[in-house]
């Protein structure tokens, strides 16, 4: 393929040399030890651990069922206030656990949930509330952190953007009483799939093992219902193969989001956003909001598309208008969150995305 005809996907998984993959699982061979807590497992589980600056992490075979497993363990009931600017996995994860989800209005700038308004939405029926750091912006944590000391609830944080992000030196995945990431293909550390929840509770370390285990707890004694989540140990060593290189490939990111701002910032009709201030990205993505562009969303959508260009309406539409939910969700008033669902676009972004290639994308955008 021509590199005209190339298509350019709004993101690309980050992969070892081959042969650094074969050296990882060639022993695989030798012992025939494929999953249930294997060496390389336990080997990453601990690298990360370092990484990440955490207490305690859990590894599981994806980022949704660390997720629900981790609500699943932390025994709610009632209702959780979370957001609606959010993958699908975020409610799903609080439906499938039988808790009903309140949603909060996000903010303007960061499409984080807006801390302002969470106290107005605390029932007697609210357990817990479930942010998300969007886009590797991080969520006012130490807001929500006051109230939720205030009002006895539990936070537990979608971190599935925010691997390797810090807020004032700290590891994003130690605030809350846990923090999920996702190690899917397209974030920007992967497991080929994968995800984990980390926490500073030792007893919960034990029960999410349990959960993610079929809530087998010895060789005779099943005591939860719990379901098979375990990570296996292909994943785990593309994991320890991808952990030597984030570095690197965050760098990459960076050039290419900086590429990025230099080329769109304060460009009328274009809304982008640089780094937070106390905040190290991990630059996973690059959103961009269009306020009354010559051209609307969906049709620059359709025009980058013509050019093999292959952004994403990221996210839309909102939770509350899926198929599933809008007659459960329909009376919710979201004004922030569904103007930038309708408005947003998320550019192509990941380490080895050319510069050159940025500039033709920007050119298209700016020139269209």
Known sequence: MSSENKKILVTRSSMPDFEEYMEEIRPLWESAWLTN????????????????????????????????????AMQLSGEVITTPFTFASTTH???????????????PD??????????ALITEKTSAIVPVHVYGKVC????????????NLKVIYDAAHAFGVKFKGRGIGSFGDASMFSFHATKVFNTIEGGAVC?????????????????????????????????????????ICNLKHIEREIGK??????RYLERLEDKEGLIVSGVQDGVESNYAYFPMVLDNYKISRNDLYDYLAGHNIFARKYFYPLITDYNCYRERFADCRLPVARRIADNVLTLPCYADLPLETVDKICDLILNV
């Open 110 to 119: 960061n499409y984080t949930i807006d801390a302002d308004k969470i106290e």
């Open 140 to 151: 006012d944590v130490e807001k929500i952190e006051a109230i939720a000391k205030k009002h």
């Open 253 to 258: 990111r960076k050039k290419v989001v900086e």
């Open 199 to 239: 926490y500073s509770d030792s007893d919960f370390e034990k029960t999410l093992n349990f959960l993610k285990n079929f809530g087998i707890t010895d060789k005779e004694n099943v005591d939860f219902v719990g379901g098979n989540a375990k990570m296996n140990e292909f994943q785990a060593a593309m994991g």
């Open 93 to 107: 994860a609080i439906v499938r656990n039988g808790l009903t989800p309140v949603f909060c209005d996000i903010e």
């Open 37 to 72: 807590m294997g060496p390389l497992h336990e080997r990453l589980r601990a690298e990360l651990m370092d990484y990440l600056k955490v207490d305690g992490i859990a590894l599981f075979t994806n980022g949704h069922m660390a997720l629900e497993m981790a609500l699943d």
